[in-house]
Structures are given as structure tokens and as C-alpha cells.
């Protein structure tokens, strides 16, 4: 069974950083490129940003909001996503999905992190 | 960036009959490799969102024969044949042609 358990949510000043992990199970993690997507509360889906499988070179794409701001990694040694967030805004406070993506559908997503930036 | 406009933003559907929903993309999402990458998403309320429809039409693993998906181009459509109590929620319409954007999304609400 696909697991996808984001972490690493809080409370957080605006300015401050994060750092989400998303822990994966159940399916061969190297071989799936990812993705963030994130909620605000009420509101509907943004995409964040994904990665690349690194035999697809292991790049970065990113929503125009959020470059220079976020930064995507993986660790797949470890099975697991990350999401640096840098700087953060008011309007950044949203629940934070981890997705895997199969031929361009986001398939399998986690429960999500609450991430909240507020003084 | 590829704009998806989604209608109506909420339906109100009786139990047991049709449901349908358009999203309209700003550009056309034929991708390079002939593929069309436009797929709908389902989020019941607490849920996260789960995987519906993919490139137009394909229902993904585990969706009931209910849900289809058509058109081309940059005109798409969800058609739920009979509306059951499960199916309350919102349902976003979503491009992975060039990086990857979502429609509004529309709720789904019981009559």
C-alpha cells in the first residue's frame, strides 16, 4: 500500500523557515518523481513545485509564487521528500500535500502538514 | 501559466441524478507528445484530494464507472451519471501539460 506522511508543520514567523519531510512507503520512491501541493485554508489547490527521478535528470520545476523562495530536494536513499521554505509570508500559511506523480497524474498524496505564519 | 476555469462553482445535485461539470483551460493542453494531460481530482470534506480521470477520459484504479471524462483541446467535462451521497464534495479539474495548474474547483452538494 502507497504511504505518503508529510511532517515538520508549525507555527512559524513570518520571515522564518521550514523544512517539510514527507516519508514514502510502498512503492519504489527513486523511481516516481514528486511533488508539493499546497491548500490554504478554505481555498483550493496550488501547485508547489515537483522533482524529477534522477535518471530524468533530477530537476526542479516551480509555481511562479513560490521560486526563489522554496527549494524541492529528495533523499533516496531514505525514501523521503523534502520542501524548504525560506522567507515565509501570511499567504503561505496552507496544508502542504506530498504527491507522487505517475504520467502526469498525481496519484497518491499524503494526509498533509499545516503550516501556519503568523507573529 | 495555463489558466483553468472550472463551472459552475457549486452544484447542487439531487440524489440519483446527473451531475456535470466543465473546466476550460487558456490554452490548449495537447502536450508535445500528443498526450493530453488534463485529469479531475475528487476531495471529500477532511480528505485529501484522491485521483478521479486522467488524460480526459481514463478513470483511474478503483473509480466507479460513474465518473467519465471527455472533450479536447481546451473544452473538458466531468459527468457523474447518478449522484450518490458519497460523492459530496469538491472536485478540481487539473493541467499537467506545462508544470501543472488547477481550476477553482466546484462543490458538490446534495439538493
Same mark, same amino acid.
Given at each position: 500500500?502507497?504511504?505518503?506522511?508529510?511532517?515538520?508543520?508549525?507555527?512559524?514567523?513570518? &520571515? &522564518?523557515?521550514?523544512?517539510?519531510?514527507? #516519508?514514502? =512507503?510502498?512503492?519504489?520512491?527513486? *523511481?516516481?518523481?514528486?511533488? @508539493?501541493?499546497?491548500? #490554504?485554508?478554505? /481555498?483550493?489547490?496550488? @501547485?508547489? &513545485?515537483?522533482?524529477?527521478? /534522477?535518471?530524468?535528470? &533530477?530537476?526542479? *520545476?516551480?509555481?511562479?509564487?513560490?521560486?526563489?523562495?522554496?527549494?524541492?530536494?529528495? *533523499?533516496? =536513499?531514505?525514501?523521503?521528500?523534502?520542501?524548504?521554505?525560506? =522567507?515565509?509570508?501570511?499567504?503561505?500559511?496552507?496544508?502542504?500535500?506530498?504527491?507522487?506523480? @505517475?504520467?502526469?497524474?498525481?496519484?497518491? @498524496?499524503?494526509?498533509?502538514?499545516?503550516?501556519?505564519?503568523?507573529? | 501559466?495555463?489558466?483553468?476555469? +472550472?463551472?459552475?462553482?457549486?452544484?447542487?445535485?439531487?440524489?440519483?441524478?446527473?451531475?456535470?461539470?466543465?473546466?476550460?483551460?487558456?490554452?490548449?493542453?495537447?502536450?508535445?507528445?500528443?498526450? $493530453?494531460?488534463?485529469?479531475?481530482?475528487? +476531495?471529500?470534506?477532511? +480528505?485529501?484530494?484522491?485521483?478521479?480521470?486522467?488524460?480526459?477520459?481514463?478513470?483511474?484504479?478503483?473509480?466507479?464507472?460513474?465518473?467519465?471524462?471527455?472533450?479536447?483541446?481546451?473544452?473538458?467535462?466531468?459527468?457523474?451519471?447518478?449522484? %450518490?451521497? %458519497?460523492?459530496?464534495?469538491?472536485?478540481?479539474?487539473? +493541467?499537467?501539460?506545462?508544470?501543472?495548474?488547477?481550476?477553482?474547483? $466546484?462543490?458538490? %452538494?446534495?439538493?
Amino acid at each position: 500500500e502507497v504511504q505518503l506522511v508529510e511532517s515538520g508543520g508549525g507555527l512559524v514567523k513570518p &520571515g &522564518g523557515s521550514l523544512r517539510l519531510s514527507c #516519508a514514502a =512507503s510502498g512503492f519504489t520512491f527513486s *523511481d516516481a518523481w514528486m511533488s @508539493w501541493v499546497r491548500q #490554504a485554508p478554505g /481555498k483550493g489547490l496550488e @501547485w508547489v &513545485g515537483r522533482i524529477r527521478k /534522477k535518471s530524468d535528470g &533530477g530537476t526542479t *520545476d516551480y509555481a511562479a509564487p513560490v521560486k526563489g523562495r522554496f527549494t524541492i530536494s529528495r *533523499d533516496d =536513499s531514505k525514501n523521503t521528500l523534502y520542501l524548504q521554505i525560506n =522567507s515565509l509570508k501570511t499567504e503561505d500559511t496552507a496544508v502542504y500535500y506530498c504527491t507522487s506523480e @505517475w504520467y502526469y497524474l498525481l496519484n497518491s @498524496w499524503g494526509q498533509g502538514t499545516l503550516v501556519t505564519v503568523s507573529s | 501559466d495555463i489558466v483553468m476555469t +472550472q463551472t459552475p462553482l457549486s452544484s447542487p445535485v439531487t440524489l440519483g441524478q446527473p451531475a456535470s461539470i466543465s473546466c476550460r483551460s487558456s490554452q490548449s493542453l495537447v502536450h508535445r507528445d500528443g498526450n $493530453t494531460y488534463l485529469s479531475w481530482l475528487q +476531495q471529500r470534506p477532511g +480528505q485529501p484530494p484522491r485521483p478521479l480521470i486522467y488524460k480526459i477520459s481514463n478513470r483511474f484504479s478503483g473509480v466507479p464507472d460513474r465518473f467519465s471524462g471527455s472533450g479536447a483541446g481546451t473544452d473538458f467535462t466531468l459527468r457523474i451519471s447518478r449522484v %450518490e451521497a %458519497e460523492d459530496v464534495g469538491v472536485y478540481y479539474c487539473m +493541467q499537467a501539460t506545462q508544470f501543472i495548474t488547477f481550476g477553482q474547483g $466546484t462543490r458538490l %452538494e446534495i439538493k
